[in-house]
C-alpha cells in the first residue's frame, strides 16, 4: 500500500512537472513589458510569468518577516510568573458575572 501511495505521488508530480513544461512551451513569443519613463524590457512570456510570480513570494515574505519575528520573540521569551497568593493577601473577589469554578461530581461514571 506504501508504494502504491509513493508511486501516486511521483506520477502527480510528473504531472504537475510537464503540465509546466508543456505551459512554458507553449509562451515562447517575445512580451514587452512597458515600465515607467518610456523603459521596457522584451523576454519570451514564460520569464515574465516567472518573475512575477517570484517577485509576489519575495513581498509575501518580506511582508511577513515582522510577523515571524514577533511570534519567535514572544515564543522565547519566558512565561510570566503566576501570581502567587499568602493569607495575608488574597485574589480579588468574583463579581456577579464571574461564576465560580465547577468542581468535579461526586460520583464517576467512566467517562
Known amino acids: 500500500m506504501n508504494k502504491l501511495i509513493w508511486l501516486l505521488k511521483w506520477l502527480l508530480k510528473a504531472a504537475i512537472f510537464f503540465t509546466l513544461f508543456a505551459f512554458a512551451l507553449n509562451n515562447q513569443q517575445d512580451t514587452t513589458v512597458h515600465f515607467f519613463f518610456g523603459n521596457q524590457w522584451q523576454a519570451p512570456q514564460v520569464l515574465v510569468v516567472l518573475t512575477a510570480f517570484a517577485a509576489g513570494v519575495a513581498v509575501g515574505v518580506v511582508g511577513m518577516v515582522p510577523w515571524w519575528w514577533r511570534q519567535r ?39
Not at 74 to 83: C, G, H, N, R, T
Not at 95 to 103: F, K, L, Q, R
Open 73 to 111: 520573540r514572544l515564543a522565547s521569551a519566558p512565561a510570566p510568573a503566576a501570581p502567587t497568593w499568602t493569607a495575608t493577601t488574597s485574589p480579588a473577589p468574583l463579581g456577579p458575572s464571574v461564576a465560580a469554578p465547577a468542581t468535579a461530581p461526586a460520583y464517576a461514571d467512566g467517562i
